[in-house]
């Protein structure tokens, strides 16, 4: 076996060992996830935890609006699954984007609009939510 060959395999061997410290979240492939004791803020949101997402907040300096592999931000992951407290605190944070499009183009209006949560339907809207905005997914153009 040459040198070359050698290093490929220890580095894919390596690649497993630290794949299988990582996991993944439900539903999803990403090459960056932190564990559970050091979480995004998105992951803190979608499990509803705001204690957990004030302190990543306080801890990290984390941007309010970041956002993981498929563009969900904390909004949104807390919109999905109906936490009205964490969309509470998370729209009376400074710089959030309460627009913030991930890659289908969905804000978290739409998600809630979706998934029937319209308490979180209406403090979006109250927050200054464009409810004019078009996903891909509708398959409908933006009026001219």
Known sequence: MTFLHSTLLLLVLFAIVVAKRRPIPKGYSTTIHLT???PFLW???EKGNLPLC???VEDHQDDINMSDNRGHTALHWAATNDHVHVIK?????????????????YTALHIASHKGHYRIVRML?????????????WHLGKLQ
């Open 54 to 56: 004030k302190k990543v």
């Open 89 to 105: 605190w998370l729209l009376g944070q400074e710089n959030i984007k309460v627009d913030q499009l991930d890659r289908d183009h």
């Open 125 to 137: 809207l109250e927050a200054g939510a464009d409810q004019h905005l078009q996903s891909h997914h």
């Open 36 to 38: 559970d004791d050091d």
């Open 43 to 45: 992951q803190a949101a």
